[in-house]
């Protein structure tokens, strides 16, 4: 046998029927108020039940909501602002900061091409024709020996032109 | 996405045109060499044949023929070498590379007397030619060559 509290409760939560409902609804004293305290404990059900669910809600739920409220903003403001006027989606790449950039870009590389070119200029006359730094000869057995330098563009050869050496026998031409 | 990618071939175009150019190990070409001229000249040694014009023009010879020579692997350009003939010896001694060359020292030997001394810088793309002294009717050059 069900106390009263329990009947109370399966009633509030509508699960009497049938000849158990007649029999308890027969027993209240006060059919109306006990019909008010219904309709407000399924309005503070109903409210319990959108707090808590707002207490769980999961990560992907949370951003889900905050991009349909997002949505929901933006979608709003122009039409409200300009009476609908064209919505534009803001982007990174807007026509000004494309030009900018390209202009930045191609500053920088003319500043290093520069730097390099000017760089390498020196380098590359020096790697263009062997340089001769020094050249000796012997005093004692070619005295009168003089020694100069020049290049040969055609071929880039470089020359060290000797004078004066000792003169020596064919003989000396043997491999 | 777009950016990154647009980020990195800029990257890889400026290193690419600001590094320099690579090193690698390279042969010197060293020869003694005896110019004359004959009724019947030789064909000239393969590894004189770029500078050949510039040899005839130069030393007004029609023959250059090879009497010794050393073909070294430089890879520390600090090695050096020996090119002789049965009389003449020429020593290089290589002091360093650099993006121009190599710093050598050479020095040409007639048997063990000192000829010669010289420094020089060889080019890459250059060769270095040393007029030496008088043999018979002819002249003794000596030739390096980067190949």
Known sequence: MKTFEERWTAWLDGQLSG??????EASLPDK???????????KLGALLKREIGAQTLMNEEFFSHQLRERIARETAEPSRESGGRRIEVPTWWTIRRLLWTGTASLAVFL??????????????QSQYLTQILNA??????????????FEAKEDRVTVLWTEGLQSLPSDYAAK | MGRSLALVAAFTALIMSA????????????????????AQPQPIPSELTRIEGSLKKLFGYNQFQVIGQSRKLLTTGQEDWLATSKFFGLHVDARGE???GY?????????????????????????????GPQVGSGQLLLILVVQ
């Open chain 1, 19 to 24: 000849r158990e409902l007649a029999e308890f």
């Open chain 1, 32 to 42: 109306a108020s006990a019909e008010a305290e219904k309709a407000e404990a399924k």
């Open chain 1, 111 to 124: 500043v290093f091409t520069i730097f390099v070119v000017r760089d390498k200029n020196p380098a590359e």
């Open chain 1, 136 to 149: 000796r000869v012997d005093p004692v057995v070619s005295p009168n020996a003089t020694i100069s330098m």
């Open chain 2, 19 to 38: 590094s320099p150019e690579l090193q690698g190990a390279e042969t010197v070409w060293s020869g003694l060499v005896i110019a004359e001229n004959v």
């Open chain 2, 98 to 100: 650099s993006e121009a």
């Open chain 2, 103 to 131: 710093v050598l020292n050479l020095k040409l030997y007639k048997e063990k007397e000192l000829l010669l001394e010289t420094d020089a810088k060889l080019s890459k793309r250059s060769p270095l030619v040393i007029k």
